[in-house]
């Protein structure tokens, strides 16, 4: 069995926590955090370093210390540490991981309360019984709660909006602090795909030197743990709990490398496959004959068109037919966020947004928008403090006051009518009838069964006032399963009606999802992305909808918010 540093890092790095629980000699414990960290920052290969007996000359690790990580690298196996791991159950060194629990509250809550991992923590603080334990009250108590929710949600994949602003943070660093090492550098796998949700972060660099792109890459202002440093991979921790894989190839191989690691797993086995039938041999190095003889890897174009394929979009490469696509000449030429004319779907500060209108106009010209639509929510939602009649008449009012001054830019007056749970809509007619652009969604019943919330969606899309029907299946990535809607049958009413499907952009929704947006584009139905912004900031969510439209294969014609103000205005 290979062990490495970080293996045996991450061992005295759990016996230190399960020391600490026991309430042992605190130089102990601090004895083998120091070797943990020593361990994830050394210099070169442990193994190698042990065996030349180079080991010991490493400050940080002490006689005992040394004989432990000889143990480990002899047997694989600490003693210490199983016996150790008897006395505390699996899951209580995790207590350790929420905030304002400390070693000796572990223990107690163990030992006096059977509290023996974070579920029966939770339970535990719910039953209010926590803040009577000495130290604690009901505000800890209650910070102990938040601190569970949010410990969970760092461990589930990452989504896609929180993954992209710091790759692209962490690219921009890096590019500071090794620049004229770096020749090109990319996001891979799943993120540059496009996907909703991600499990690590990966970065290819192209270098002719990799040591000095590792070393920037390990002192980034990031960084919490350095969980690997080796010549070509490295992984750490950063500070917000997200793992960063960065890998370092040569400048030929870059294309070979960027392709092999962007996936999908299913898309690079076709590949291969292939490849094999054209007596070619595709890896992360290249494209290359029986022979031996290299025919493409410094970009993923030329290994495509050695496979005698075109370029197909990382967005695509899932295995759903893009490569029979690609045969034929037909890899559709995909969405751009710069087709994007307008913004069908935001709330103000009338409902639960924080902007004004002027606000919201100006962040969306900014963005190069020719229209918006301002739709807050209706009457009787009144968690997110929905509109009354006279309010959203005022707003129309303000809105057409508004438009007067303008030139070439264009507010349209809307609302994001709920759809109440017998399916009529949250505004009488009349007053619908005074609105550019109604919304449709559901914002309550979630938990209907399937044919009624699909009666109650086909009869709110049948009114003759209703435009897009919003965030269509209801989800809430990590939080909120799709209600039971029969989305086929929406299609086929929405494109009976003429009605358009919203691609909410929001990071947490996402909705409608890739799958849902292809079958909507094969049944003809057109679509609006939208951020539905609760802040001006929000309003740049939009590239988070394109990156799904595109996974949906959508090209501009397929989205109506392409079109210009002109165009557009004729639509409704
Ligand atoms: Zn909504
Ligand atoms: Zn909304």
Known sequence: MKVDATKVASILREMADLLSIKGENPFRIRAYEKAARTLEHLPGDMEALYKQGKLKDISGLGKGMLEKIATILNTGRLPAYEELKKEFPEGTRELLFISEIGPKTVKLLYEEEGVKNIEDLETFAKSGKLRDLPGMGAKTEENILRGIKLYRTSKARILLGRAQPLVEEVIAELKNRASSWIEKISPAGSLRRGKETIGDIDILVSSRNSSPVMDGFAQLSFVKE?????????????????????????????????????????????????????????????????????????????????????????????????????????????????????????????????????????????????????????????????????????????????????????????????????????????????????????????????????????????????????????????????????????????????????????????????????????????????????????????????????????QAPDVVNTLSLEEFIHKL
């Open 226 to 554: 350095i969980l690997a440093k080796g010549e070509t991979k490295s992984s750490i921790l950063t500070t917000q709990g997200l793992q960063i894989d960065l890998r370092v190839v040569s400048p030929d191989s870059f294309g070979a490398a960027l392709q092999y690691f962007t996936g999908s797993k299913s898309h690079n086995i076709n590949l291969r496959e292939r490849a094999i039938k054209r007596g070619l041999k595709i890896n992360e190095y290249g494209v290359f004959t029986r022979e031996g003889e290299k025919l493409a890897g410094k970009n993923e174009k030329e290994v495509y068109a050695s496979l005698d394929l075109p370029f197909i979009p990382p967005e695509l490469r899932e295995d759903r037919g893009e490569i029979e696509a690609a045969e034929k000449g037909r890899i559709p030429c995909l969405l751009r966020e710069k087709e994007i004319k307008g913004d069908l779907h935001m709330h103000t500060k009338m409902s639960d947004g924080v902007n004004t209108i002027e606000e919201l106009i100006e962040k969306a010209k900014s963005k190069g928008y020719e229209y918006i639509a301002i739709t807050d929510h209706s009457l009787s939602l009144k968690v997110a403090r929905g509109l009354s009649i006279e309010t959203l008449l005022a707003q129309i009012k303000e809105i057409k006051k508004i438009n007067s001054h303008l030139e070439g830019f264009k507010v349209l007056a809307g609302s994001e009518v709920d759809i109440k749970k017998d399916g009529s809509l949250d505004y009488p007619d009349e007053i619908l009838g005074k609105l550019d652009i109604v919304i449709a969604a559901i914002h309550t019943g979630f938990k209907q069964d399937k044919k009624t919330i699909t009666a109650r969606v086909v009869k709110a899309i049948q009114s003759p006032f209703v435009r897009i029907f919003a965030h269509p299946t209801g989800r809430l990535l990590g939080e909120r399963e799709a209600y039971a809607v029969d989305l086929n049958k929406v299609l086929e009413v929405a494109k009976d009606r003429g009605i358009w499907l919203e691609i909410n952009a929001q990071p947490q929704r996402l909705d409608l999802t890739d799958i849902w947006i292809m079958e909507a584009k094969k049944k003809g139905v057109k679509l609006a992305i939208n951020t539905d912004a609760h802040n001006k900031e929000g309003l740049d969510f939009m590239s988070l909808g394109v990156a799904t439209a595109r996974r949906g294969w959508c």
